[in-house]
């Protein structure tokens, strides 16, 4: 496996970087370093892979990029904000408007429509009622949700769910996509789908994307970069020529 | 957040779970029926109480009399104020001018003798005194059989019970059953009485047949004015017996027969006080020894004696007995309201638990909504927002099931006081401001419940939230 020295890149083109990253707790008495001294940086507009095991840290790196959790020690920035220092209502802002989420268990509110997923973070955003209908429309007319709108998730397929969440983390126009496992629950075809809505909003919004996962194949498929992870410390970081342009997956 | 998305968002929530945020809703709705019930009582008995007092005539009356007659008494108050000798007499001129305060109904002359009434030729000893045509609001006149005087000059009287008695010697002995009223009006209503009475008449001649200077006190100079006493005799008809007894703050100085007032003021009766003004007759305006004073409101009261008292001369009024009866009432009100607010205070304990079950429940959710951006104020809002609702709506259906359960309670009371040939009373009053105060309260409360639960929510640790399944 060759390491590739991918950072060459200018300041102002690097979206995250991390320096000896950290993330320890407690379970019980023994001491776990989920994440043990991870450094990286991301450029502006890219599409990284990490890959691992399960247990390896690629979510809880994931997770301290996305500002849901705080590092025991070394640093993350994102956009030029430290997220170390950020206060917990900075956090929340920078969740909102800094970043989009996806998950691998979709992660809609069951008591929602679509639509109302969608706009729950334009509410949290305090975006006008007027602008937000159109706004929400535009996000499901994107995925090609927009018929399905007042309905519940549960009388959706997965595919179709997930295409609500990217729908819902694109709809504060945020710079990082961060997609934890996006195709874990899909079924091959329809994980593809979604990937490549994924990779349409990284070519087309210029969004930087960051997707865990622990298929290999898919990040090839997908990725520009792959980061592999084990016991919380990066092991690899290596180049990827994506399979460009591909659509719909392998016939 | 804005309020609007919060208070949309926190109803869908508790439209989720509709039972239990009902049940929790029903909960807070008994507690705020239950402090509506207990203080609307209270509210209800003090107006009742109220109107029954503003009714006897004690708590609107302020009672003046001139300084002169209280000479020698030495309190306090006189020996500050013009000495006996140049203070004002109250004659017609004082009545009047205290009439024209503001505040004031109406001022009257307290006209108060002893005399001699003759019935079926048999003489009957007795205190009279005059009411004005106003005391027939007096509900000590409320049961009374016959009727109120048809005019202010009109030779009638009325009759107080043991009165009536002594006409007809049934006085009853000491402990013995009361006679019933209407058995004593029925002999003596439209009957007719003689009062034979000592008339006062203006005499310019200083001679008169009857001195009465040995009464005057010696700095009372004597200046040439007197008057002489003729004996007279009235018929009066006996149009009414009551029940109870106008006057029975007076003690034993309280009259049993009752004249219209200007008949009594017509009549020139020679009074006790007379004597003591026999050197002030200089002048033809009657010369009062008390006038009695109706205030509009119970509430002016101390404003109408100090206005009085300004004038220059005594006056006395029952408030101080009004002011620790509003006293008594504060503490029943306190009372009432806590024993009202411990359904209450159960309420919100099932607030926080239904609350506190709502986290376990929407962990996950709270997780996302974090993840996609929500501040812990957003969270914390969102819960304060689902507590206040319930605690609204609580309030809101508690005040309707207050003031039903005060209706069915005053409903079945009076019912009650029917089988007992007694008048319906409303003593159940559920006033605005209780009303609002419930609801608001209601809602404070609701909020501080939510203090927990919406804190505890806001500080959940979004990765845990979405990790737990």
Redesign the interface.
Known sequence: MTTAPVVSAARSTVAIRSENLCRHYRMGETLIRAVDGVSLEVRAGEFVALLGSSGSGKSSVL?LI?G??RPTSGSVVVQDRDLAKLS??EL??Y???V?G?V?QSF??????TLAENVE??L????VD?SKRDSLTQAALERVGLRARMDHRPSELSGGEQQRAALA??LI?RPQLLLADEPTGNLDSHTGTEIMDMVREFNQQLGMTVVMVTHERALAERYAQRMIFLADGKLIDDRRNIPAAGVRGGPS | ??I??LTE?AL??LR?SVLRNSLTTVGISVGVASLVAMLSLGTGLQQLFSQRLAKSGLFDTVFVSSRRDLRGMGREEERKGPTPGESRVLDESARQEIERLPNVQEAYPDIRFITELRFDDKPHLTTISALPLSAKSNDAFDGMQGDFFSSDTAAEVILQKSFAEELLGKTPPLGAPEPNVTDLAKPLLGKELTMRYAQRQAAPVPQPPLRASEATTPDDSIAGAAYSVVSREQKLKIVGISDLDPESMRGPARAKVFLPLKLAESLHVMQPTDLREISRAASDQPVYSSISVRVKNPAQVQVVEEAVKKMGFNAFSILDASNSLRQIFRVLYAFLGIFGSLALAVASIGIVNTLVMAILERR??I????????????VKKLFFAEAGAMGILGGIVGVLLGWAIGQIINFGTNIWLKSQSLPPEHFWAVPLWLVVFSIVFAFLVSLVSGLYPAGRAARLD??QA?RYE
Do not use: C, Q, T, W
Not at chain 1, 107 to 112: F, G
């Open positions: 997770n996305a849901l959790d917990r209502e929340a802002k969740r909102l408007h970043v989420m998950f992660n809609l509110i069951a008591s929602m729950l973070p509410r949290f955003a305090e009622r819902r983390a504060n | 957040m804005k609007s998305d968002l869908r929530n989720e996950r959710e997780g996302i909504m974090k993840a996609i951006g929500a501040s812990d104020g957003d979004p990765v979405l």
